[in-house]
C-alpha cells in the first residue's frame, strides 16, 4: 500500500513538473475564468495570460416564449456534494416552489431521500441532452447554482442565461464571471442560506423583473459568451503564434 502511494505522489510531481514547465514555454495561456486566472498569477509565471470563457450555442440555447413555465426553480450539473443540491432542496421546501435537478451523480438516492423526507416539490429528470436541454430550460423560471467551486465559467449557467433565465449563483465559484450581479442576475454567499431564500423569492415574486433580465442575459450571452465569436478569438490568437 505504502508503494503504492509513494508511486502516486510520484506521478504527480513528474507531472506538475512538466506542466508548469509547459506554461513557462507557452507564449500566452488562455483560461476559462478570472478565478483561475488568478491562481495562475499566483504561481509566479511570467507568460502572459488572457479570460476566453468557456463558451455555447447561442443560436441553440435561446429563449422560447411559446414554453410554458412548469418548474420555479431548476439546476444542472452531477449530483455530488460539492453543488449543494441538498441546500438547493432545503430551499425549495422552505419557499414551496418546484424544482427541477437535471443531472446524475453518487449522491441521487442520497438527495431524493432528502425530497421525500422534506415534502418538498422536486423532480429528478437525470441527464439530458444537448438537443433537448434547451426546451427544459425554457420551462423553468430561475436557475441556480450553488456550487462551492467551479474550474471555469460553468457551462450550465451559460445554458441557462443564453435561454434567457434569471440566474443566482455564488460568488468565489467562477459564477461571477457569468452573472453580472443585480445586472442579468444574482450571486450570493455559498454559506450564506438566508440571502439565499431572499434572493430566490425576490425572483419568483418578480416577474416583471425576469423579465427584464432575460432580454439583458440574452444580449450579454451573445456578445461573450458565443461559441462562433470566441473561437474566433482563439483562431486569431494561434495565428499570431
Not at 422560447?64 to 452531477?78: C, I, Q
Not at 441538498?86 to 422552505?94: G, N, P, T
Not at 439565499?196 to 419568483?204: C, F, G, S
Amino acid at each position: 500500500m505504502e508503494y503504492i502511494l509513494e508511486k502516486k505522489s510520484m506521478t504527480l510531481k513528474i507531472q506538475r513538473f512538466f506542466f508548469f514547465k509547459t506554461l513557462k514555454k507557452a507564449q500566452k495561456v488562455i483560461l476559462p475564468s478570472t478565478t483561475i486566472q488568478n491562481l495562475y498569477k499566483s504561481w509566479k509565471i511570467n507568460t502572459p495570460s488572457l479570460v476566453i470563457p468557456n463558451m455555447v450555442d447561442t443560436a441553440h440555447f435561446q429563449q422560447n416564449r411559446s414554453e410554458a413555465k412548469v418548474y420555479d426553480l431548476v439546476t444542472s450539473g452531477r449530483l455530488i456534494s460539492l453543488k449543494q443540491i441538498d441546500v438547493l432542496i432545503r430551499a425549495s421546501a422552505d419557499l414551496n416552489v418546484s424544482l427541477l435537478v437535471i443531472g446524475e451523480g453518487p449522491d441521487e438516492m442520497k438527495l431524493k431521500s432528502l425530497a421525500e423526507r422534506l415534502n418538498a416539490r422536486v423532480e429528478f429528470s437525470g441527464s439530458i441532452g444537448q438537443e433537448l436541454l434547451p426546451t427544459i430550460l425554457n420551462r423553468c423560471r430561475v436557475f441556480v447554482l450553488l456550487s462551492k467551486f467551479e474550474a471555469g465559467t460553468p457551462f450550465s449557467l451559460i445554458e441557462a442565461k443564453s435561454c434567457g433565465l434569471y440566474c443566482v449563483g455564488t460568488f468565489g465559484t467562477g459564477s461571477e464571471d457569468v452573472i453580472r450581479d443585480g445586472i442579468d442576475g444574482a450571486l450570493c454567499k455559498a454559506s450564506d442560506y438566508d440571502a439565499l431564500l431572499v434572493t430566490l423569492r425576490y425572483a419568483l415574486d418578480h416577474p416583471e423583473l425576469q423579465e427584464k433580465i432575460s432580454m439583458l442575459a440574452q444580449q450579454d450571452a451573445r456578445e461573450r459568451f458565443d461559441s462562433k465569436k470566441n473561437f474566433v478569438q482563439i483562431y486569431s490568437l494561434l495565428s499570431e503564434v
